[in-house]
């Protein structure tokens, strides 16, 4: 079905995966609310937008913050007058063996990753529920549908997206004429990893950049625009994208 003309939430616009759909999705003429923490960077990819000819609006957004998700949403609807699209996006991947006991990286990614997502949701779905029609893609990973040891509060995390995008759908689908896709890539490659504390843990990680080709952000932008663009009748409701060379 054609996006043409539709209003778009992205959280995590700020960089990777987000940023790269927001660009992608207006260059289909969505127009899209840009949210994320760091203001600068939205007002480049505003101004970038603007620039081809699409629509944008920066949303300084903490998705953790269920106030600051519900003024940026209010801010979208108001600039665009609908929300048909959430992309829920934003997520965090500090890294570390459980032993470490980094207590409050797991709060930080229980915080961004889960209920980050039930704010964004909780504050859209109501447009959704009254136009009778949307469509909600949620950012889980390989880690949401299996588990790597070092990785454990993470998958955890990206466990409960898969969880919910299938539970949303089979409430949302039929009752509200509302899809939902779980999106699961392998390894991207973006910012994510700035985020591991531990150096050895860092280290470990960006050497797998000198052994496998990892995926770019676009190629995740174009999965979701293909979920997007798929009939109305039709729900891609997981999609697996995984790089060629990853053989875990
Ligand atoms: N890269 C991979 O290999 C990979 C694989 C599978 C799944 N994923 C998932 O893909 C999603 C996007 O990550 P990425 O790889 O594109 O990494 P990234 O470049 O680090 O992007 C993460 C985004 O999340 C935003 N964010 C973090 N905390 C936030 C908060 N409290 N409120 C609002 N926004 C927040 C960041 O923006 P600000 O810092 O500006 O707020 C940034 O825009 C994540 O959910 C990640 O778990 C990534």
Same mark, same amino acid.
């Given at each position: 079905?054609?996006?043409?003309?539709?209003?778009? /939430? &992205?959280?995590?616009?700020?960089?990777? #995966?987000?940023?790269?759909?927001?660009?992608?999705?207006?260059?289909?003429?969505?127009?899209?609310?840009?949210?994320?923490?760091?203001?600068?960077?939205?007002?480049?990819?505003?101004?970038?937008?603007?620039? %081809?000819?699409?629509?944008?609006?920066?949303?300084?957004?903490? +998705?953790? %913050?269920?106030?600051?998700?519900?003024?940026?949403?209010?801010?979208?609807? @108001?600039?665009?007058?609908?929300?048909?699209i959430?992309?829920?996006?934003?997520?965090l991947?500090? /890294?570390?063996?459980?032993?470490?006991?980094?207590?409050?990286?797991?709060?930080?990614?229980?915080? +961004?990753?889960?209920?980050?997502?039930?704010? !964004?949701?909780?504050? =859209?779905l109501?447009? $959704? &529920?009254?136009?009778?029609?949307?469509?909600?893609?949620? !950012?889980s990973? #390989?880690?949401?549908?299996?588990?790597f040891?070092?990785? !454990?509060?993470?998958?955890?995390?990206?466990?409960? #997206?898969?969880?919910?995008?299938?539970?949303?759908?089979?409430?949302?689908?039929?009752?509200?004429? &509302?899809? =939902?896709?779980?999106?699961?890539?392998?390894? +991207?490659?973006? @910012? /994510?990893?700035?985020? &591991?504390? %531990?150096?050895?843990?860092?280290?470990?990680?960006?050497? /797998?950049?000198?052994? $496998?080709?990892?995926?770019?952000?676009? %190629?995740?932008?174009?999965?979701?625009?293909?979920?997007?663009?798929?009939?109305?009748?039709?729900? #891609?409701?997981? =999609?697996?994208?995984?790089? !060629?060379?990853?053989?875990?």
């Amino acid at each position: 079905m054609s996006i043409q003309g539709k209003t778009a /939430l &992205i959280t995590g616009a700020s960089s990777g #995966i987000g940023a790269a759909t927001a660009l992608k999705l207006a260059k289909n003429g969505v127009k899209v609310g840009l949210a994320a923490r760091r203001a600068d960077r939205l007002a480049a990819l505003v101004a970038e937008i603007e620039r %081809d000819g699409g629509q944008a609006v920066a949303l300084e957004m903490d +998705v953790v %913050d269920s106030a600051s998700v519900a003024s940026g949403v209010a801010k979208l609807a @108001e600039a665009f007058g609908t929300i048909d699209i959430l992309f829920n996006n934003a997520g965090l991947m500090p /890294l570390s063996d459980v032993e470490a006991l980094k207590v409050e990286e797991w709060h930080r990614m229980v915080d +961004v990753n889960i209920k980050g997502v039930l704010h !964004t949701t909780a504050a =859209v779905l109501p447009h $959704m &529920i009254a136009a009778k029609s949307g469509h909600i893609v949620n !950012t889980s990973s #390989i880690a949401g549908r299996k588990v790597f040891a070092g990785l !454990t509060v993470y998958c955890a995390t990206k466990h409960a #997206i898969t969880a919910l995008s299938d539970g949303m759908r089979i409430e949302l689908g039929k009752k509200h004429n &509302i899809r =939902v896709t779980c999106v699961q890539p392998g390894a +991207v490659e973006t @910012e /994510l990893l700035e985020q &591991i504390s %531990d150096p050895a843990v860092r280290r470990q990680m960006e050497e /797998l950049k000198t052994q $496998m080709e990892f995926l770019k952000a676009g %190629d995740i932008a174009d999965t979701v625009l293909f979920a997007l663009q798929s009939p109305s009748h039709m729900d #891609i409701a997981e =999609v697996f994208v995984m790089p !060629t060379q990853q053989a875990w």
